[in-house]
């Protein structure tokens, strides 16, 4: 790899000493991995105000390229979100280290003892894009994992998270680890991600977060295994009987809480007999919050709301924009998910068991629900810590990544002497 002419020597090298410092890290007790972690949560305390300095330069310089202020909202951290980052590196300090956790074992009629137990995958590498918040998940659910992670944040968060990296590295080096174990290769750019994607043998997993384009690229052009986060373009459907103001309550806590994430409601679907009664408030309810619906025919007639168009059933808006259709039942909800779904997240609001029960078993999306909003599809909601991101494939993993995620297993066998005849 160091000979690769495609790749700057320093760049090599950078990845050469995350690998290396990855050995250290994977043989450490859960106790020094635990002490990195509450060393991180103090120091995040301690320098918060540098960080807010570092990330108002970002913030600037995503209003001059004109950014969109959803991804200026995800970009944007202030001290109380800071301090959300620091209570999350907590609460993973707080869980069961998964590494050597044993998943099963048995011994041979032979005598020989057989164990599968979770061990880390190494280097995990992380592109992502207006997100310095994932810099500290990832690190600090990296750490208590065992793997070490070179981190490409993108342009925009640069400088937020260049303090955010040597926060994570001081907390390493004051508890006797490489500071190497967690790095940044943002000072390559774009053609850094590029180098990222072909580092096979120096990376062991890499994981994208960010737009459908930056997902699809890596996802392409990768040589490195990857585990795809999706987007989300995630659904409510309010079946027949269900509770009015319920509805209305889940629905606008969806769209409304923060509608710049991935488990933000895009579209609601209604079933005809609830549609005169339900959609004028939901979409007063809705326009109340600056929210703009676009809706089919039938809700047309209802509200005053824009036309929907083909498109807006496949949009992930990420903005106060929410598609809403009307259905004959919960079939064609249904079906219209299996159509237009990322398979990220969906939800029944109903009280029918029966349609409850039929739509949690047909709709195959990495996580559906009931009664609730889509907003609680989160690492941190599920008792995680945080996560790594949201899983929509169907290998290794399926929704939010927690600590389990990431990690890989290996075989242990013990024996007495024994030869195979």
Avoid at 231 to 246: F, L, M, P, R, T
Wanted: aromatic share 4%; net charge negative.
């Amino acid at each position: 790899m160091r000979d690769n002419p495609e790749m700057n020597p320093d760049f090599v090298r950078l990845l050469e000493e995350t690998r290396e410092a990855s050995q250290s890290l994977r043989t450490q007790s859960s106790a020094v991995k635990d002490e990195v972690l509450t060393r991180l949560a103090e120091s995040l305390r301690e320098r918060s105000d540098d960080i807010v300095a570092a990330n108002a330069l970002d913030e600037q310089k995503g209003v001059a390229a004109g950014v969109a202020s959803g991804l200026l909202d995800r970009l944007r951290l202030t001290p109380e979100r800071i301090e959300g980052l620091a209570l999350a590196v907590e609460d993973i300090r707080g869980l069961a280290d998964p590494i050597g956790q044993v998943q099963r074992g048995h011994q041979l009629p032979n005598g020989l003892r057989v164990q599968q137990v979770r061990v880390p995958f190494g280097v995990i590498g992380a592109i992502y894009e207006a997100r310095p918040n994932v810099t500290v998940d990832i690190a600090a659910l990296c750490i208590k994992s065992g793997n070490a992670a070179v981190l490409r944040g993108g342009s925009l968060a640069e400088e937020s998270n260049r303090v955010l990296v040597d926060i994570i590295s001081g907390a390493l080096a004051d508890c006797g680890l490489p500071r190497e174990a967690i790095s940044t290769i943002d000072e390559f750019g774009r053609e850094g991600a590029t180098w990222l994607m072909r580092a096979r043998g120096l990376i062991d997993v890499l994981i994208p977060r960010g737009s459908a384009a930056l997902i699809q690229s890596v996802v392409s052009e990768s040589q490195v295994p990857v585990i795809e986060t999706g987007e989300g373009n995630v659904h409510i459907y309010v079946d027949h009987s269900a509770d009015h103001q319920q509805a209305i309550d889940i629905v606008l806590n969806a769209k409304v809480q923060r509608p710049s994430v991935c488990n933000a409601v895009e579209t609601v679907l209604i079933h005809r007999d609830e549609a005169a009664g339900l959609i004028p408030p939901l979409v007063d309810a809705l326009s109340a919050q600056g929210v703009r619906v676009h809706g089919c025919e039938a809700t047309q007639a209802l509200a005053a709301v824009e036309p929907a168009s083909t498109e807006d059933w496949s949009r992930e808006y990420l903005s106060l924009d929410l598609a809403m259709k009307v259905v004959d039942d919960v079939d064609e909800a249904i079906g219209h998910i299996r159509t237009y779904s990322t398979g990220h997240t969906e939800s029944i609001l109903t009280e029918s068991v029966t349609r409850a029960e039929q739509f949690l078993r047909e709709v195959d999306s990495a996580v559906v629900m009931v009664n609730t909003s889509t907003r609680f599809t989160d690492g941190g909601e599920f008792g995680f810590g945080a996560e790594v991101g949201i899983s929509t494939q169907k290998l290794h993993a399926r929704g939010p990544m927690g600590l389990p995620e990431l990690t890989s297993t290996k075989w242990i066998v013990r024996g007495l002497g024994h030869t195979r005849g």
